[in-house]
């Protein structure tokens, strides 16, 4: 049998084959994995490798994509963290005139296809969100221009992150990219000080969650230095930007929207950023 090459799908045996991985480099005899639906990268011996044919990657996907089903089914683009309905947007009610516009988005990722799936994602629940590919040590140099120049209520900074085996959880040296995310998050803070005028969704897998509350973000991963699915950051972002500008999205409201729930998600009491107008103006 040959061994794993770049593009393969494998699983770790030592770690119960728990995490679909894809082979993106291999360097002597080590590969370099990136999850293919957690924020995780990770390197392995190549003899802890197990390729993954079709029909077990078939059976994978079934049971994640049911996993997602049952997130979106909790979707909070009609009725906000808060429950109200708010409609489906940025839309126009004919009877009434008036436009529903949730709340808009800025995306920084450090994953070109993870941003990609989450651009869809917001498309398919009307938001107004514009996504760019930017490393994780890069954010904290552009994100306050992509500030000014996008003007969102919700800013998402994430990627890929990490921690190291047996390293201090209190140390930031001990992760792979959360001094980027945190330096980011300082910046906006900086720019914009109040949570409530700009809402900061920030890190990864197994991310500094304390750092990056502690440096201005409204909600941040991983309290339990868990890995955390994809789609996580643009479901917090989400509850936010469908929560009415006069609500309080509660925070235990908002992490039972998220897929990995508490252990990769917290954060405080925010307000929502979801706004009705009349007429129609833009």
Same mark, same amino acid.
């Given at each position: ?17 728990? &995490?679909?991985?894809?082979? &993106?480099?291999?360097? %002597?005899? /080590?590969?370099?994995?990136?999850? @293919?639906?957690?924020? $995780?990268? +990770?390197? +392995?011996?190549?003899?802890?490798? /197990?390729?993954?044919?079709?029909? =077990? ?8 994509? /049911?996993? #997602?089903?049952? +997130?979106?089914?909790? *979707? ?19 009877? *009434? ?17 993870? #941003? ?5 994602? !917001? ?6 969100? *514009?996504?760019?590919?930017? *490393? =994780? ?9 992509? #500030? ?5 209520? @919700?800013?998402? #900074?994430?990627?890929?992150? %990490? ?19 945190? =330096? ?13 005028? $700009?809402?900061? &969704? ?5 991310? !500094? ?31 936010? +930007? ?28 925010? /307000? ?11």
């Amino acid at each position: 049998m040959r061994r794993p090459a770049i593009g393969d799908l494998v699983v770790r045996p030592s770690h119960n084959g728990d &995490v679909l991985f894809k082979v &993106v480099g291999v360097r %002597g005899g /080590r590969a370099i994995l990136k999850g @293919v639906y957690l924020r $995780l990268m +990770a390197d +392995a011996p190549l003899n802890d490798l /197990r390729r993954v044919d079709q029909r =077990e990657y078939e059976e994978i996907k079934k049971n994640t994509e /049911r996993l #997602l089903r049952r +997130a979106l089914a909790r *979707s909070t683009s009609r009725t906000g963290a808060n429950g109200r309905e708010q409609g489906r947007g940025p839309s126009r009610d004919g009877s *009434s005139k008036r436009v529903k516009l949730p709340g808009r988005v800025l995306h920084l990722d450090g994953d070109r296809e993870y #941003l990609d799936k989450c651009m869809q994602y !917001y498309d398919k629940l009307g938001m107004r969100a *514009s996504g760019y590919h930017v *490393s =994780e040590d890069q954010q904290s140099a552009r994100v306050t221009a992509l #500030l000014e120049q996008v003007r969102p209520s @919700v800013v998402v #900074l994430t990627g890929h992150d %990490g921690i190291k085996k047996g390293a201090a959880h209190d140390d930031i040296r001990s992760y792979t990219n959360s001094r980027y995310f945190v =330096e980011a998050v300082k910046n906006l803070r900086r720019q914009v000080p109040n949570r409530d005028s $700009l809402v900061i &969704v920030a890190g990864a897998c197994q991310s !500094y969650y304390e750092a990056l509350m502690a440096a201005g973000a409204n909600f941040a991963s991983a309290p339990d230095r868990v890995n955390i699915h994809m789609y996580d950051p643009c479901k917090v972002a989400e509850a936010i +930007a469908f929560t009415d500008i006069g609500d309080v999205a509660r925070v235990d409201s908002v992490i039972s929207k998220s897929i990995t729930g508490a252990p990769g998600i917290g954060g405080v009491d925010t /307000r929502g950023t979801y706004r009705n107008a009349m007429p129609q103006y833009a």
